[in-house]
Structures are given as structure tokens and as C-alpha cells.
């Protein structure tokens, strides 16, 4: 690895943070990101760092993602969506079969969000999306919420089709972070076409977690999120 990214990062370190960072991201014993360490640095501080070190190799990106700090993890996957936003084609297929060598690393929202609709969606939009199915189908956490998140990229492109389905897998789900995700990407579904929202609404409300819909109803006017939550 280049030396001095580490040290970089380390320097960055603010000890108050690194206090709180654990109870925010859920790390204490039993909790979803349980043993997680942090330095207790910023995500514009460590952009920062990104930055410069925008060119390193996969293999130094890997190192990274193997840190026990977490934000030696989110360095890496910044830098690896900002190589994959300006690659050439073999680039980013090569990124692409390297992120998904590596969702053991990815094992925390933040990670998740930073990288999964720029990264993944963005290459799914013009490839087989099958694979989002058997992600959302899986036991593993971050990989469901990779399969959920990755369709932020189709949204964008006013493609609602893979989040609907998704969604419907995740409402018998148990985890609050799962709901969470699914109702952010079914609000941005809304804020595109907000009858393809009503609908799914109509279908699946009165079943759905209630994180969920509060998510998904969250940019409606006061009315009618009271009329979706009432069913409740």
C-alpha cells in the first residue's frame, strides 16, 4: 500500500468522535456492526483524502477494505466509485468482479450507501439484473441492503421495476435497517412517479413494516401521509 495513506487517514483521528462514532453506528456487544473500530474522522475529512489518493491499485484498495478501521473502509470504497465513475469500460467491469468479491468488508450502512447504486447499479443499468434477486434473497445483511440500495441507480433513470420487487421481498423482513432502505428507495420512487408509489401503497400498506412506510411516505403532504398510516 502507499505508506502514507494510513498515516494520512490516522492523522485525521478526533478522539471525541472516535467515542461517539461506535454508538451511532451501532458497534457495542449485540448491535449490527458489533467489534467495529473508528478513528473518529469525518466523511469530508476523509474525501479529502480520497482525493489524493484517487489512483491506488485494487490490491491497495483491498488492504484498505480489510483495515479494522472503519474509515479505512469507507476511504476505500470512495476511491474505488470515483475510479469506477471515470473508467473506460474494461475499468469498471474489473471494478465491478472486484466489489463483489467483497461485501464481508461492506458491513455497514454508510459502506453500503457510499458504493452500491454507483457503483453496482450504475454497471446493472446496462447489464443483467438478476443477480440483485438472489442478493435480496440471501441471509447475509449487507447484502441485502446492497440489493435494495444498488436500485437507487435505476430510479434515477426512472426504472422502478427491480425496487418494487425488491421491496416486496423486504416486507416480511425483520431488520429496521433493511426497512429503512427499502422505504428511502420507494420514496424516491415517489418523487419520480408518484402514482407507481400510491400503487404499491394500496397493495402493501397495511402489511408493511411501519419504518418502511414512514419512509416511503415521508415527502407526501401531512394528508396524505396520515391516510397511509391510519390503515396502519
Known amino acids: 500500500m502507499k505508506s502514507d495513506v494510513l498515516y494520512e487517514l490516522k492523522a485525521l483521528a478526533d478522539a471525541k468522535k472516535a467515542v461517539f462514532f461506535p454508538k451511532f453506528f451501532k458497534a457495542g456487544k449485540g448491535e449490527y456492526a458489533e467489534g467495529d473500530v473508528f478513528l473518529g474522522i469525518s466523511v469530508p475529512d476523509i474525501r479529502s483524502v480520497a482525493k489524493k489518493y484517487h489512483d491506488l491499485s485494487l490490491s491497495e484498495i483491498k488492504k484498505l477494505l480489510a483495515n479494522k478501521y472503519h474509515e479505512a473502509r469507507l476511504l476505500a470504497l470512495i476511491i474505488l466509485t ?80 427491480e425496487t418494487l420487487k425488491i421491496a416486496e421481498i423486504f416486507l416480511s423482513h425483520k431488520h429496521d435497517l433493511i426497512h429503512k432502505a427499502a422505504g428511502w428507495m420507494l420514496r424516491e420512487v415517489g418523487k419520480r412517479d408518484i402514482g407507481v408509489l400510491r400503487t404499491f401503497l394500496d397493495r402493501h400498506a397495511e402489511t408493511m413494516p411501519r419504518t418502511m412506510l414512514r419512509y416511503a411516505i415521508e415527502k407526501m403532504d401531512e394528508g396524505e401521509r396520515k391516510k397511509w398510516l391510519y390503515l396502519k
Open 82 to 161: 470515483m475510479q469506477y465513475t471515470k473508467g473506460h469500460d474494461a475499468q469498471k467491469q474489473k471494478i465491478v468482479d472486484f466489489y463483489l468479491t467483497q461485501f464481508s468488508r461492506i458491513n455497514n450502512w454508510d459502506l453500503v450507501d457510499t458504493s452500491a447504486s454507483q457503483i453496482l447499479g450504475s454497471y446493472l443499468l446496462t447489464h443483467p439484473r438478476g443477480m440483485l434477486m438472489r442478493f435480496a434473497k440471501s441471509s447475509h445483511l449487507w447484502t441485502q441492503r446492497i440489493a435494495i440500495v444498488s436500485t437507487y441507480a435505476f430510479i434515477r433513470a426512472n426504472q422502478f421495476e
